[in-house]
C-alpha cells in the first residue's frame, strides 16, 4: 500500500490499529498483545490481518524462537511509538501556564488609542509577572475571525456602541467570537485651544460644528463614521476635510488646525494629548460605546489566553481616568 503522509490519508484508517501494531512489536506474541491491549487473542488476531492488509506486509512470521518482526515492521517500529507518545502526551491533561517561566509569544490587534492606555499599564505587569513572555500589536487582518479561529491572533481589541453597533462598520468582529468588555467610554470633541467655535460658555452649537472642518479617524478609509450616521438622522451634515488611520495623528492634526476631532473622551488621557487641546461635549447626542476584547471559543480555556486576558482587564481596570469626560 501507498501511504501518503498527509493528514487526509488518515481519515480512512482505524487508528487503533497502530496501538494494536505498538503491543505486536513489543510482544512479538498474539496472545501477549491481546492480554496488553485488553481483548480477546482472536481479535488480536483479526487486527493482525488487518494491518498486513493496510500496511502491504506480513508484520509478523515465525522465526526460530517464535515471532520476528520483517524488515518493514522493524521500520515501523520506532517512529510509530514515537507518533504515539506523541499523540498521548497532547490528550493528556494540558500543561499548567506559568506566566513567571513562559517565553510565549501573544499577537494582538488594536487601535492605537488603546495602545497609548493599556500598553503603558500592561508592560510593567509582564516585566514582573511575565519576564519572558513577547507581546506584538499588529494590524486588523482583512479576515479578523478567520486570524483568531487559526491561533494566528489570540485577541482582538475593538470598540462597539453598546447598542452593539460597531464604530466602524468595515470592523466589525464575526458573531461566533467572544467578547468581553474592558471599560466603557463616551464622545468628546476635541480643539484647539483658541478655536473659534468655543463659545465664552466654553459649549459647541450644533451651527458651529457643522460649520467647521472635521478630522475623523477611519482605519477602512471610506465610507461615513458614527457622527456622521446620527447627524443625518437629525437633518443635519458636516464636512470631513482629512481621514486618518489612528488617533495619535488625528490628535496632532486638531492641535494644529480649526478642524474638529470627536473620538472617545479617553483620548485626552494619553501622555501628551492635552497639550493645546479643549474637550468639548458634542452638539448632538452619541451613545456610549465599549471598548472590548473578542477572541474565537477554541481558546477560550487554554491557560495561556485565560492569562493574557485577566492582564488586559487588570491593565484596563480604571479607565477612563476620572475628570477627563469634562471640559477642560
Do not use: Y
Not at 491533561?93 to 488603546?114: I, K, M, N, Y
Not at 506584538?136 to 494566528?152: F, I, K, N, T, Y
Request: glycine share 8%; net charge positive.
Amino acid at each position: 500500500m501507498n501511504m501518503n503522509h498527509s493528514v487526509r490519508a488518515l481519515h480512512g484508517i482505524d487508528l487503533n490499529l497502530l496501538a494494536a501494531f505498538d503491543a505486536l512489536a513489543e510482544e512479538r506474541n498474539v496472545t501477549r498483545a491481546a492480554a496488553r491491549a485488553g481483548v480477546t487473542q482472536s481479535a488480536m488476531s483479526h487486527t493482525l490481518r488487518r494491518l498486513r492488509d493496510l500496511l502491504g506486509d506480513p508484520l509478523l512470521v515465525r522465526g526460530g524462537g517464535g515471532m520476528v518482526l520483517t524488515p518493514r515492521a522493524e521500520a515501523l517500529r520506532a517512529p510509530l511509538r514515537a507518533a504515539l507518545a506523541e499523540l498521548a502526551r497532547v490528550l493528556d491533561e494540558p500543561a499548567q501556564f506559568d506566566p513567571a517561566t513562559s517565553t510565549r509569544g501573544f499577537r494582538v490587534v488594536a487601535p492605537d488609542l488603546f495602545d497609548m492606555l493599556a500598553l503603558p499599564r500592561l508592560l510593567p505587569r509582564l516585566a514582573a509577572q511575565a519576564p519572558g513572555i513577547d507581546l506584538a500589536v499588529v494590524p486588523r487582518p482583512p479576515r479578523l475571525s478567520d486570524a483568531l479561529e487559526a491561533g494566528e491572533l489570540d485577541l482582538a481589541v475593538e470598540p462597539v456602541l453598546l447598542d452593539d453597533e460597531p464604530l466602524d462598520r468595515a470592523r466589525e468582529p464575526a458573531p461566533r467570537l467572544q467578547r468581553r468588555t474592558l471599560f466603557r467610554d463616551r464622545m468628546r470633541c476635541f480643539v484647539r485651544r483658541g478655536h473659534p467655535a468655543i463659545t465664552k460658555s466654553r459649549r459647541l452649537g450644533m451651527r458651529a460644528f457643522t460649520a467647521a472642518g472635521h478630522v475623523l479617524v477611519s482605519p477602512a478609509g471610506a465610507g461615513p463614521g458614527v457622527v456622521d450616521r446620527h447627524l443625518e438622522r437629525a437633518g443635519e451634515r458636516r464636512r470631513v476635510v482629512v481621514r486618518v488611520p489612528q488617533f495619535g495623528s488625528a490628535l496632532a492634526i486638531a492641535a494644529h488646525s480649526d478642524l474638529i476631532l470627536t473620538a472617545p473622551s479617553s483620548l485626552i488621557a494619553a501622555e501628551g494629548a492635552e497639550a493645546g487641546l479643549v474637550s468639548l461635549a458634542p452638539p448632538l447626542a452619541l451613545p456610549e460605546h465599549a471598548i472590548a476584547m473578542h477572541w474565537h471559543p477554541r481558546f477560550s480555556e487554554d491557560p495561556g489566553h485565560r492569562w493574557l486576558r485577566g492582564a488586559l482587564v487588570e491593565a484596563t481596570r480604571g479607565l477612563p481616568p476620572r475628570g477627563h469626560t469634562r471640559s477642560t
